[in-house]
Structures are given as structure tokens and as C-alpha cells.
């Protein structure tokens, strides 16, 4: 990606993967009040474009589209009226982005660079052939596939969506006989993911962390590191607590390793949120992601540590040049603190019908319910099937922990539990 300056004419953004919750056309706009934004996007986005009046125009593209033809319409729009900025602030579509960047000459991620993070197999082939680490991993097309990688380097194993996220499909396989389960669970049909097959790779055991960083001209920083916590089973992320209680050693580790990652994938410019263990050989990559951490880590890294991430984001999207002001806010004087944020998941079958009557969490600030009530529920399934979280602040990783863990525990939660049939008794 060439150097970020602002253009002298009036901007227009064409704009991929409307992320949840946050406006980033309101933010542009904003940043650049004469600037005009179009949108391709999934129908299923649609509802998420609020204020219709920040829009010239909005296409809808079903999401198995192939890439030609959204370039063939972004070309249409591109005619219309000269395409000058590209952004795509969330996980989808950044693929068809990066497409229609290359073929417009609009700076953005290159295709290759967002095909080897969101490919996790070509993600660990590329980082062994630079020489960054040798994490063994295997394409497994059927069952069988799963029983040669367990026999060949031994369990247990991780087993998961060769593309994906919010740890939907994740296994951790211990014997032979779980090995269908996971493949399964692995090739299950998961909201605005691409099928792109299962990956075994080798589970390597150690602490959990992510590591918050943003980049400029090929140049990156370290916002934050968090430590994240997952349930043992399905590796679903639980907690997280940032900064994470680490030594000047270990810190310097964790940023080094994930400098390299990100140099060896050709990550440029933007945030990107990376998952590391840190094993007794030192740290090694789950995955790596082109956006800010999910879970409110990029909230949590606001608080703790001053830097805005998503308004950095928005801000080099516009063509404003970052790194030096997130540097400054890094370096300044302030009050240190830590944030952590813990949830439950509740090992329930039923119909979810919020929390109980006078629950304290009803009006406290720092406990969202995350799932609407008459949600039906099957156990732990994915980020997406977690019931609630609670924040919280303190002066150490651990108070803020048992702050967050503590405030979660004490909530109650009514559920609507069918009685088993007459057959099952």
C-alpha cells in the first residue's frame, strides 16, 4: 500500500463489510464532511446501514458471488463516479476489497495478503517457508484424514474451518473416537463464513494471549497484549484481561514473534488483532486477523491504554498518517490500569428468558445480556452462544479478573427447560 495522504479532490469510499454496531460511514464523515461513500455489501448487512442518508448508493451481492462479478459492479460505480478510497473495517468481504482494489488501483490489503490470513493452511504454510515457525497442519477432506494426522503426530490435536472465526467449529480432539465429532463440527454451516475445508493442526499448550497492533507503511506497533482465557473443550474465549500480567521478557517475545508474522503475511497498514500461546519454546500463532479484537478488546484497549483503535482506523482510512500520535498516547503520562471482561455460558438446553427478576444486573453498567430472550439453547457452541459478560477495572490483572468473574457469577438467569418424552424416562 502506497503512503497515506489525503486526497486533494473530494473523496468517495467505497466501502466493503459493514461492521457491527459501529457507524464508520457517520466517522468518515465526519473526518471528511465533503467526502460521498457507496456500499457493496451482503443482503443479510443490510439491516446494519442505519442512516440510509450517509449513502449514495448501496449494492446488495449474495455472499457465494463470485469475485468477478462484484468487480465487474464495483467497475459500474467505479465509472460513475472515480473510486479514490477503499475500506473494509470488519472480517467480511475483505477478499472481494482487496479484488476490487487491484483491479480499480485503489490502495488496499492485497489479495494474497487476505488470502493467506483468512486461509489458515496457507497462513502456517507461509509462515514455515519464511522461517518464522513450523507449526505442523494438514488439509483434511474426510474423517480419515483426521485419524492419519492423530496417528502420524500424535493427540491431542486442534480441528477447525480452514477459514473462520468467534471459534465456531473449533474441536480439541484427544482420542480417535472424538474424531468424528470434530469433523462435523468443523464442516457445520456457520453464518458469513466460507467454506474453504478443515484444518488439523498441532495444539501446542501454553498461556493464551492476543496481541493488539497496528500498522502504517509496513511499520507496526503493539497497542496492547491481552490474555485470554477458553474454555478447555471447545476453545471458546471466555475472559480476557489487558495489559496481561506479563515480564519485560516475555513482552518483548510476544511483539517480536507477531512483527515477524505480520511481515511474513504483507500486512501493511490497519489494525490487526493476532493469537499466540505461549509455549515453553517460545511463542507460537494460532491466527491473525485484519481488524481490531472482537469481545470488547478493543474497548478494553481504549480504556486501559488511551488509544482509540477504531478512530485510528477510521482516521488512516481517511489518508491520515497514525502511528505517530498512537506512539505519543502509548508513551504519555497517564494513570495505568487494567480492564477485563469475563462471560457465561451456562451449560443449559432450553429456551433462554433473560435474567431473573431483580437481578442486580438488570442496572448495572458493566453487565450486557447478550442473547435475546426465547433464544434456544444447546450448550457452548461458539462465541455467538455465550449468555452475558461483565466488565471491569482495577489496578491488576488479577483484581480486574475477579471483578469481572465475580460479577458474572452472582447473575441468575431464568431458562424454560422442556421435561423429557415419555420415551426418554
Not at 470488519?90 to 482494489?101: I, L, N, S, T
Not at 505442523?136 to 500424535?154: C, P, V
Not at 491466527?287 to 481490531?292: F, I, P
Request: charged share 20%; hydrophobic share 40%.
Amino acid at each position: 500500500m502506497s503512503d497515506l495522504v489525503p486526497s486533494p479532490a473530494r473523496d468517495h469510499y467505497l466501502m466493503f463489510a459493514i461492521g457491527p454496531r459501529l457507524d464508520f460511514a457517520a466517522r468518515l464523515l465526519e473526518l471528511d464532511p465533503g467526502a460521498t461513500i457507496s456500499v457493496i455489501c451482503r443482503p443479510e448487512h443490510l439491516a446494519r446501514i442505519t442512516e440510509s442518508g450517509h449513502y449514495a448508493r448501496v449494492l446488495a451481492v449474495r455472499q457465494d458471488a463470485p469475485l468477478d462479478e462484484v468487480v465487474a459492479l464495483a467497475r459500474t460505480v467505479h465509472a460513475a463516479q472515480p473510486v479514490t478510497r477503499i475500506t473494509a473495517f470488519w472480517e467480511h468481504d475483505q477478499d472481494r476489497a482487496a479484488a476490487v482494489g487491484s483491479a480499480l488501483g485503489v490502495a488496499t490489503h492485497s489479495p494474497e495478503t487476505v488470502r493467506l490470513v483468512q486461509d489458515k493452511h496457507s497462513m502456517r504454510e507461509r509462515l514455515r517457508e519464511a522461517g518464522v515457525e513450523d507449526t505442523t497442519a494438514a488439509r483434511a477432506e474426510a474423517e480419515s484424514d483426521l485419524l492419519s494426522f492423530g496417528e502420524n503426530t500424535g493427540y491431542p490435536f486442534i480441528v477447525k474451518p480452514t477459514a473462520g472465526t468467534a471459534s465456531f467449529g473449533v474441536t480439541l480432539v484427544h482420542t480417535p473416537q472424538e474424531a468424528s465429532a470434530a469433523y462435523r463440527a468443523a464442516t457445520g454451516d456457520f453464518p458469513g463464513i466460507a467454506r474453504l475445508g478443515v484444518l488439523a493442526e498441532q495444539y501446542h499448550t501454553g498461556p493464551q494471549y492476543s496481541v493488539e497492533a497496528f500498522s502504517e507503511a509496513a511499520e507496526h506497533v503493539v497497542v496492547a497484549i491481552t490474555r485470554k482465557y477458553s474454555d478447555p473443550r471447545d476453545m471458546v474465549e471466555l475472559g480476557h484481561v489487558l495489559p496481561a500480567p506479563l515480564d519485560a521478557a516475555a513482552q518483548e517475545a510476544i511483539g517480536d514473534h507477531v512483527m515477524r508474522v505480520l511481515d511474513a503475511l504483507g500486512i501493511e497498514f490497519g489494525p490487526t488483532h493476532t493469537e499466540i500461546v505461549l509455549t515453553a519454546e517460545g511463542p507460537r500463532i494460532i491466527e491473525t486477523h485484519l481488524r481490531v479484537g472482537g469481545d470488547e478488546i478493543f474497548n478494553l484497549a481504549k480504556d486501559a491504554t488511551g488509544v482509540d483503535m477504531i478512530e485510528f482506523q477510521t482516521q488512516q482510512a481517511s489518508g491520515l498518517k497514525v502511528l505517530p500520535e498512537i506512539r505519543a498516547v502509548l508513551e504519555s503520562e497517564r494513570a495505568r490500569h487494567c480492564e477485563a471482561i469475563w462471560y457465561t455460558a451456562p451449560e443449559v438446553t432450553g429456551t433462554f428468558m433473560g435474567l431473573a427478576d431483580g437481578d442486580p444486573g438488570l442496572t448495572d453498567p458493566n453487565v450486557t445480556v447478550l442473547l435475546p430472550e426465547g433464544s434456544q439453547l444447546t450448550g457452548l457452541a461458539g462465541s455467538f452462544t455465550r449468555i452475558a459478560r461483565a466488565r471491569a477495572a482495577a489496578p491488576t490483572a488479577d483484581e480486574a479478573l475477579a471483578a469481572a468473574r465475580s460479577t458474572v457469577d452472582a447473575l441468575s438467569f431464568v431458562f424454560h427447560v422442556s421435561p423429557p418424552s415419555r420415551e426418554q424416562v
